[in-house]
C-alpha cells in the first residue's frame, strides 16, 4: 500500500523562486496535514484541510498557500522561498474522525539559499 | 489550546535497560494521547494510543505507555531496549469534544549506548 506520498524528496531553492511540494494519499481519507520540522522545534502546523474544497491555516501558515481540488491531493506552495523556510516537510492524513490517528509522508527537505 | 511538554530533549541509554520518556499535556478535558517514532531520515509512525479504556496501553516493538489523569501525563517506558529503538520519539494530544488537529510535542532523541 503506497499510503501517504510526498515529492520530491530533496529541492535546493534560491531566494525568491517558487515550488511546489506534492502530496497525495490513496487512503480515502478526509483530513490531510502540513507539517514543517526544524532541529529540536518538533512538528508545527502550516496549514490543514478537512475535505476538499476545505482548506484552514494552522500555526505557521505565513509563505505558504495551499488547495485541496481532490480528496486524494493537498499540494503546498511557496511562493517566494526565504532561508527561513528551510526545513523538513511532512505532510499527513487522517480518517473522518481527526483526531484518532495520523499517517505519514516520507518527508521534503528543503534549503533556501 | 492544547500544549505537549516533553520533558527531555535527549535520552542516553544503555543496550538492555528500560528507559522512560516523559511527556505532559497541559489541559485536563477529555483528551487523546498519541506516541510517533521517527527514525533517522524517515516520517513518524504511530507507536501507541489511547483513545479510551485501559490506562495501560501497548504499542509496537515492546513500548508501552500509562495515562495518567491527575498528573495529566501519558510516560512511554520499554523494559529493555535495543539499538533498532535509536530514534526519535514524539508525544502528541488532541481534544476529544473538539473536531480539531493533532498537536506534537517536540520530540525526545532516544540514544542506545553500547
Redesign the interface.
Given at each position: 500500500n503506497a499510503g501517504v506520498t510526498q515529492t520530491p524528496k530533496f529541492r535546493i531553492l534560491k531566494i525568491g523562486q517558487s515550488m511546489t511540494l506534492q502530496c497525495t494519499q490513496d487512503m480515502n481519507h478526509n483530513y490531510m496535514y502540513w507539517y514543517r520540522q526544524d532541529p529540536g522545534m518538533g512538528l508545527k502546523l502550516i496549514y490543514y484541510s478537512v475535505g476538499a474544497g476545505i482548506t484552514d491555516k494552522g500555526e505557521v501558515p505565513n509563505g505558504y498557500n495551499v488547495s485541496r481540488s481532490t480528496t486524494e491531493d493537498f499540494p503546498l506552495r511557496l511562493e517566494l522561498a526565504a532561508p527561513s523556510q528551510t526545513s523538513v516537510y511532512f505532510c499527513a492524513s487522517g480518517p473522518p474522525t481527526l483526531n484518532t490517528e495520523a499517517f505519514f509522508g516520507q518527508g521534503t527537505r528543503l534549503t533556501v539559499v | 489550546a492544547q500544549s505537549v511538554t516533553q520533558l527531555d530533549?535527549q535520552v542516553p541509554v544503555f543496550e538492555e535497560a528500560p528507559v522512560e520518556l516523559r511527556c505532559n499535556y497541559s489541559s485536563s478535558v477529555s483528551v487523546?494521547l498519541?506516541w510517533?517514532v521517527q527514525y533517522p531520515?524517515?516520517?513518524?509512525?504511530?507507536l501507541l494510543?489511547y483513545?479510551s479504556g485501559s490506562t495501560l496501553v501497548k504499542g509496537i516493538n515492546g513500548f508501552e505507555a500509562e495515562f495518567n489523569k491527575s498528573q495529566t501525563s501519558f510516560h512511554l517506558r520499554k523494559p529493555s531496549v535495543h539499538i533498532s529503538d535509536t530514534a526519535e520519539y514524539?508525544c502528541a494530544v488532541?481534544?476529544?469534544n473538539r473536531?480539531?488537529?493533532?498537536i506534537?510535542?517536540?520530540?525526545t532523541r532516544l540514544h542506545i549506548l553500547p
Open positions: - | 530533549s487523546y498519541f510517533y531520515n524517515q516520517g513518524l509512525q504511530l494510543k483513545l514524539f488532541s481534544d476529544v473536531d480539531d488537529k493533532i506534537f510535542g517536540k520530540g
